[in-house]
Structure formats: structure tokens, C-alpha cells
């Protein structure tokens, strides 16, 4: 099983940070907490530092365990450990994504997310 952290990152008018995958990657097309594979000796919540910095060019500072949810994509298994995360610095440049959101709770429901995230975002609406 692959280990994933993804960040839920909350701004100061409420909205929810959620990335779309870029075509070419795996789950491409569909919208996700952004955050990234776990590498060996680091912890979630590195993981979710480097990741966004690497990704999105944005330094964080993650909070609390959000949620766990682990999913069979059917060649791979993964955990998905969610954490709420504060955005600390950075100009958005997007890597792995080819559009982001800042949206409102009541507006999750009108993206398409990976399979993995759907949970997180039935724990937001």
C-alpha cells in the first residue's frame, strides 16, 4: 500500500484549495487536495511541505490529521492521510496540475475528484 498525504488548505474567505491533475499523470483530469507520495523516514506532514513547495510553489504549515481513507485503484492501494493546512507564503506555479481553485464548501460537489479524495469531500460539504 502507498502511503499519500493531501492537504486541505482553508483561506481567510473559507474557500478550499483543490488542484486539477494534469493529462499525462495518473487520475489525470481529476480534481484533489493536492499533497503527494510519502518517501521513506518522512512524515506526512514533511511530505506535504516539500510536495506543495515542489508542486505548486507554496509554503504551508500543516495543522491537524484531517482524515484517513484508504482506496483500491486496482493495480495500486493507496492511504490517504488528509491534514488541514495553513498557506504561509509562495506565488502559485502549478507542476503536476493543469488548473487550481479556491472554492467554497457548498461547491465541491461540482468537480469530478479522484476516487481517494471523494471522502474528504463528503466531509467538507
Not at 41 to 66: H, S, Y
Not at 98 to 125: C, G, Q, S, T
Request: net charge negative.
Amino acid at each position: 500500500m502507498i502511503e499519500v498525504a493531501a492537504a486541505i488548505i482553508e483561506n481567510a474567505q473559507g474557500q478550499i484549495l483543490i488542484a486539477k491533475r494534469k493529462v499525462g499523470k495518473s487520475q489525470a483530469g481529476l480534481w484533489e487536495f493536492p499533497g503527494g507520495k510519502i518517501e521513506a523516514g518522512e512524515t506526512a506532514q514533511d511530505c506535504l511541505v516539500r510536495e506543495l513547495q515542489e508542486e505548486m510553489n507554496m509554503l504551508i504549515q500543516p495543522g491537524e490529521r484531517f482524515g484517513v481513507n484508504e482506496h483500491d485503484y486496482g493495480t495500486v492501494q493507496i492511504r490517504l492521510i488528509a491534514y488541514w493546512a495553513t498557506f504561509v507564503s509562495g506565488e502559485m506555479r502549478l507542476v503536476d496540475h493543469d488548473e487550481y481553485a479556491w472554492v467554497e464548501r457548498d461547491e465541491l460537489n461540482n468537480y469530478i475528484f479522484a476516487p481517494a479524495d471523494i471522502k474528504f469531500v463528503e466531509m467538507l460539504v
